[in-house]
């Protein structure tokens, strides 16, 4: 009798030393196991790495005070039994308004399950043009970074030839018409006058 209750104490120690070491694994990263001499030894220090690990993370103190005061929140009632908290007309009204969505989801699982497997060579295939499509992405994203400084250079080109040709051009146009007009003033004038004499 006493053999059995040590080693449920020794398994119960080593469990929890598990789940501690798991979750400071997961908060610290490697943790180093540390062998201790005997079990009340080792009951005192997982309780000392605890208390420690409530102190640095406040989060979890609150998570223990508050399973101490409510401790049936933890604990999911088994899915064969209803919630307690609602009625027999709540949990009908539910039902009710799921009911028609059941045979929907019944032939979407038949469909699922009628589907083929697709064959592991195709996805073996895949797997394997996986290095080519990443070098294709490479590709293109080094096309869309010097098709988009092309770009921008040609709106440069245009912009200067708008500037400088066009613009000249019209100024050089508008000048020589400007100049057309004057002398169409002044030959009009001239034969105006010739007229009046």
Avoid: C
Wanted: charged residues 25%; hydrophobic residues 40%; aromatic residues 6%.
């Amino acid at each position: 009798m006493e053999s059995t209750i040590d080693d449920t104490t020794l398994s119960t120690i080593s469990l929890l030393e598990g789940r501690l070491l798991r979750i400071e694994h997961l908060l610290y990263g490697n943790s180093v196991l540390q062998s201790a001499p005997s079990a009340i030894r080792s009951l005192q220090d997982l309780e000392h790495r605890f208390s420690k690990l409530l102190q640095h993370i406040r989060v979890y103190g609150e998570l223990l005070k508050l399973y101490k005061s409510n401790p049936t929140l933890f604990q999911s009632p088994p899915a064969s039994q209803p919630p307690p908290e609602l009625s027999p007309e709540a949990l009908r009204a539910i039902v009710l308004s799921a009911a028609s969505s059941y045979p929907a989801t019944a032939s979407a699982m038949t469909a699922i399950s009628d589907t083929p497997i697709p064959d592991p060579a195709l996805s073996a295939g895949l797997a394997a043009l996986l290095p080519r499509m990443k070098g294709i992405e490479a590709t293109q994203l080094a096309q869309a970074a010097e098709i988009a400084d092309l770009r921008a250079r040609s709106e440069a080109v245009v912009r200067r030839w708008y500037k400088h040709d066009v613009m000249g051009y019209s100024d050089f146009v508008a000048g020589v018409e400007g100049r057309m007009e004057r002398v169409e003033r002044t030959v009009r004038r001239v034969e105006k006058a010739r007229d009046e004499i």
